[in-house]
């Protein structure tokens, strides 16, 4: 049997409330870059982009990101640009060890935006590397051996477990 940490309606409370935080601290900025990373992480962005147009008028741009979790080492946006003088929120749906987010970093380090914010789901606080989410709709204490899924339903997040 799943333990689930957030259902369908509380992941949307969520997700509404992630956007909210987004747009108060983003208050004047030009551009949101919003970048998901492969797979849920899109999925939280573009649910992220459709509540941020909702709720301001802020634009935003929509980029996935594409990367091996497991050897991080081949990293892939679906576009390149210059993200010189740009404000980018990497999404993703759970942090782990953090190398993720360390990792999809590695893509605007040749460039000097003007901020980089992390957005996740859910944030597991036990970290191996130095990341901790600008913006996380739940923290969780884990245990290393404990893993948390999220489901996803086409362009919907249906819930998160613990497993």
């Given at each position: 049997m799943k333990k689930y940490l957030l259902n369908a309606e509380t992941v949307e409370k969520k997700l509404q409330r992630l956007a909210l935080e987004l747009i108060e601290n983003n208050l004047g900025v030009q551009e949101l870059i919003l970048v998901g990373i492969e797979e849920h992480g899109v999925?939280?962005?573009?649910n992220i982009q459709q509540l941020?147009?909702?709720n301001s008028r802020i634009p935003t741009e929509l980029l996935t990101l594409q990367l091996n979790k497991k050897k991080p080492t081949d990293i892939k946006l679906s576009r390149e640009m210059d993200f010189t003088g740009k404000v980018i929120v990497l999404i993703d749906d759970v942090t782990n060890s953090g190398k993720t987010l360390?990792?999809?970093l590695k893509p605007f380090l040749d460039y000097?935006?003007?901020?980089?914010?992390t957005l996740v789901l859910v944030e597991r606080t036990h970290t191996l590397f130095p990341i901790s989410p600008d913006y996380k709709g739940i923290s969780l204490a884990t245990t290393l051996q404990d893993h948390i899924y999220v489901e996803v339903d086409g362009d919907k997040v249906t819930g998160a477990y613990l497993a």
């Open positions: 999925v939280l962005a573009k941020i147009r909702e360390l990792y999809a000097h935006p003007t901020r980089i914010q």
